[in-house]
């Protein structure tokens, strides 16, 4: 308090001197002012961040997922702020890749969670190690979603049989990956939508789902 009113009274001494220049006690303070001045009017000047077309969303995995796959809710929404995807999207592509079964392996090869082929994998990388898994899984996700321009449709279809679907009309693509983006998408929508209860994911489960997530149930601790 002494240190402020002493400053004052300097000022008022060198304005009734009719000083024509400042006081050395006004230097640092005016510039405080000015580089305040400057980083307002450049901040009021910058354009708007864009909005992401797939927002994180911590804590709001849908409810309609099944029990095999909200097992692993945590590790979902720490993933999703890690690879910056959204935690429903995950959740997804976890249900019908595997339904929650880290152990899961597919006729061609693809294993763990979210069913990533070993060509993904780096030497010595054990693929059903679940940060592993994860990992290598949901980076092709996120550039599936890049390579998309954010379109989940397309995303799922390169998750799913490659970059090359980018490049077909959709109804030259596989019957399997025609499936895997109907399953994929339509779940996600409800998902997105805040429903209590997914159509699509029944309809999943029964054609052939249910048998996938008895295995996932029996093989979780």
């Not at 002494?2 to 060198?14: D, P």
């Not at 996700?141 to 799922?156: I, K, N, P, Y």
């Not at 309809?203 to 149930?217: I, M, V």
């Amino acid at each position: 308090m002494s240190g402020r009113r002493s400053l004052a009274v300097q000022q008022a001494a060198a304005s009734e001197n009719g000083s024509g220049c400042f006081s050395v006690f006004l230097l640092p303070l005016l510039g405080i002012l000015l580089v305040g001045a400057f980083l307002f009017f450049l901040s009021s000047h910058l354009p708007p961040l864009p909005v992401s077309e797939n927002p994180v969303l911590p804590g709001a995995l849908a409810p309609f997922f099944t029990p095999e796959v909200r097992y692993w809710e945590k590790d979902i929404l720490v993933w999703s702020q890690t690879y910056r995807l959204d935690a429903n999207l995950i959740a997804t592509v976890m249900q019908i890749e595997s339904c929650g079964d880290p152990f899961a392996r597919s006729p061609a090869g693809a294993s763990g969670l979210f069913q990533v082929m070993p060509y993904h994998f780096a030497a010595g990388e054990n693929p059903f190690d679940v940060s592993t898994n994860a990992m290598r899984g949901l980076s092709y996700l996120r550039r599936a979603l890049e390579r998309s321009g954010g379109d989940v449709h397309l995303a799922l279809a390169i998750y799913n049989g490659g970059p090359a679907r980018l490049e077909q009309e959709e109804r030259w693509w596989p019957a399997e990956t025609q499936r895997y983006v109907y399953w994929g998408s339509g779940i996600y929508e409800d998902a997105r939508s805040g429903a209590e209860s997914s159509p699509r994911l029944q309809e999943w489960l029964e054609r052939g789902g249910y048998s996938l997530c008895l295995q996932a149930r029996a093989r979780l601790p």
